[in-house]
């Protein structure tokens, strides 16, 4: 029998910035009785093996479904934050990190980039300048991504991404790569996901999009990463779930709420740092 895996990946959500269903759709992916036709906005748990009330974790990014998420998913326990965009659909849930320092004690780290974590800081400024009194805010500490880290063990690479015009991260976590929102990938941060064997990579729609990779365009990547099993993730309600799994190449799915799947922490070389990557 193999050993246990020592840390575990769940899909939070599978969804684009509207949700899916959005409001008011009418569409077959929106009338579904299907629940991975049913997807919450991104978002990606990292928990080691273990009893939820103790195992280590982090998500990655935390947007305004994440109260519903950590519910389903039982997250009582919260180490960090490590964050890809400030977009609203990757950090509307921050405000729902204070109850892990009531619980916890202790201020949770926040990574990003530096203008991520600006962004946040002006979001939230209740949060930081001045701390506002009556009803407990969030205590966070902001912590720049500048290359590979390590934290509660595990290294993580930092992948730059385009987002349209916008800069972003993707991150590897050893044998798995996570990139969502993105709309183009530089050969050298195609090289920071090589021997990956699973990859999460964002497929918006079958029609082209100028900020989001569609479904061909994401095939495409994840044919020249050739990992041995691709979720793709972010997407709207024009992609049914099994109609587009029918279309898909071996080895390629649509991912969906509450998916999960095993990460082997392996050491990679990544760049000394992102001044290397940015292009």
Known sequence: MTEPLPWRATILGSGTSTGVPPIGCR?????????KNTRLRSGLLLREEGPAETARAFVVDCGPDYRQQALTHRIDRLDGVVMTHAHYDHTGGIDDLRLYNFRQRH???????????ADIRRRFDYIFDPPSEGGGVAS??????????????????????????????GYRFGDFAYVTDASAIAPESLDLMRGVRTLVLNALRH????????VEEAVAVAREIAAERTWFVHMTHHLEHNETNAMLPDGMELAWDG????????????????????H
């Not at 500490?141 to 992948?159: C, N, Q, S, T, Y």
């Not at 029609?207 to 569609?214: A, L």
């Not at 392996?266 to 990557?277: G, K, S, Y």
């Open 207 to 214: 029609k082209k999009h100028s900020t989001h990779f569609n």
């Open 27 to 35: 569409e077959a992916a929106c009338l579904s009785d299907d629940p």
């Open 107 to 117: 201020s949770l780290p926040v990574y990003g980039l530096p203008a991520v974590l």
């Open 259 to 278: 998916l999960e799947f095993g990460v082997r922490p392996e050491r990679v070389a990544p760049p000394a740092d992102l001044t290397d990557l940015a």
């Open 140 to 169: 966070l500490d902001l912590i720049e991504v500048k290359g590979a880290f390590e934290f509660l063990g595990l290294r993580i690479v930092p992948i730059p991404v385009m987002h349209g015009s916008q800069p972003i991260l």
